[in-house]
């Protein structure tokens, strides 16, 4: 079955980095494009971010533009979300996200067939 | 952006009964791609309902989706246990994706 499992969430400070990662099993996950998106205590959700199922293309929330970078590991069935001058706006769950169509090349793709449990991460001084 | 608009902010209702929970949208949805979440306490969202009206793999035939440009409905025809929840929309039909506030639907 699907599963997705989000690591390396953590307490950090403002203007720090942290990378998140995702470990993908029970698909072919170079065959699909992959979705982060968050949810601030006790908040809605937000998209984050996409990469393509070929990681030719990303595309990013205007709010971690700049700031965030997705990237793709297929040979480890792994996507990752670099975070970097972390604010503490950015204190949420971020959750990956599976595209619910395959070979999704361009543009933010379509909805969000599985998810992961999430991974909190919290920015304080 | 498109902005989604969610009502009603909290919805009561007893086991059995009918839901109907709104999306609106601040303009139309391209190829009326919107999504459906339920969200339970502690959990990661599940999707629901794709292409306004398209039920995911699993889902029950009580929930249904409906409507096309800037207004979409939810239904759950009989409320089970486990469907008292948080409700989200998504338009995913352009970018950047965007999500509803959500609505809740709790134990009357």
Same mark, same amino acid.
């Given at each position: 079955?699907?599963?997705? +499992? ?6 950090? *400070?403002?203007? &720090? ?19 982060? +998106?968050?949810?601030?205590? /006790?908040?809605?959700?937000?998209? +984050? ?5 070929? /990681? ?10 700049? &700031?965030?970078?997705? %990237?793709? =590991?297929d ?6 979300l670099?975070?970097? &001058? ?13 595209? %619910? +169509?395959?070979?999704? /090349? ?10 992961? *449990?999430?991974?909190?991460?919290t920015?304080? %001084? | ?6 009502? $009603?902010?909290?919805? %009561? ?26 969200? &339970?306490?502690?959990?990661? $969202? ?13 889902? $029950? ?15 759950i ?13 998504? *338009?995913?039909?352009?970018? $950047? ?8 639907? =709790?134990?009357?």
């Amino acid at each position: 079955q699907v599963q997705l +499992v989000e690591s390396g969430g953590g307490v950090v *400070q403002p203007g &720090r980095s942290l990378r998140l990662s995702c470990s993908a099993s029970g698909f072919s996950f170079s065959a699909f494009a992959m979705h982060w +998106v968050r949810q601030a205590p /006790g908040k809605g959700l937000e998209w +984050v971010a996409v990469i393509s199922y070929d /990681g030719s293309d990303t595309v990013y929330a205007d709010s971690v533009k700049g &700031r965030f970078t997705v %990237s793709r =590991e297929d040979s480890k069935n792994k996507v990752y979300l670099e975070m970097s &001058r972390l604010r503490v706006e950015d204190t949420a769950v971020y959750y990956c996200a599976r595209d %619910s +169509v395959s070979y999704c /090349g361009g543009g933010s793709c379509y909805s969000h067939d599985f998810w992961g *449990q999430g991974a909190l991460v919290t920015v304080s %001084s | 952006e498109i902005v989604l608009t969610q009502s $009603p902010g909290t919805l %009561s209702l007893s086991p059995g009964e009918r839901a109907t929970l709104s999306c609106r949208a601040s303009q139309t949805v391209t190829s009326n791609y919107l999504a459906w979440y339920q969200q &339970r306490p502690g959990q990661a $969202p599940r999707l629901l309902i794709y292409g306004a009206s398209s039920r995911a793999t699993d889902i $029950p035939d009580r929930f249904s989706g409906s409507g096309s440009g800037t207004d979409f409905i939810l239904n759950i025809s009989r409320l089970e246990p486990e469907d008292f929840a948080v409700y989200y929309c998504q *338009q995913y039909g352009n970018s $950047p994706k965007t999500f509803g506030q959500g609505t809740k639907v =709790e134990i009357k």
